[in-house]
């Protein structure tokens, strides 16, 4: 399941940056979200496969490993990203349905300034 989302989000990437509407906005916001969603699937494996290690106590790369991985603060990190980078994608296709000119306008400014 998670190999999945891996191969479907990168096909995504794939399919829209071979495009010749990678330009637009709400599509680079899906590139966007489909890389994070790679790196989500990347991280559940590497937590579930990767277990605890030995290490001795003082070390500062001991103290690393308890307080980044084994609490998981990566894979939680990755998935509010994920998380927040759907809210900006929802309020982005809110504005161009509600405000269908401006948005429309203001995302013609947007493909200049990143031309």
Known sequence: MIFSGILGNLFVVVVILASSLKARINNMLIVHQALIDILVSI???ASSTI???RMRQGMPAAEAYCSIWLTKSLLWATMTVSTYSLVVISFE???SMVLPIWHKVSQHNCQRVAI
Request: hydrophobic share 45%.
């Open 43 to 45: 991280m559940l494996i």
């Open 93 to 95: 296709r809110c504005l």
């Open 51 to 53: 277990t605890t290690y």
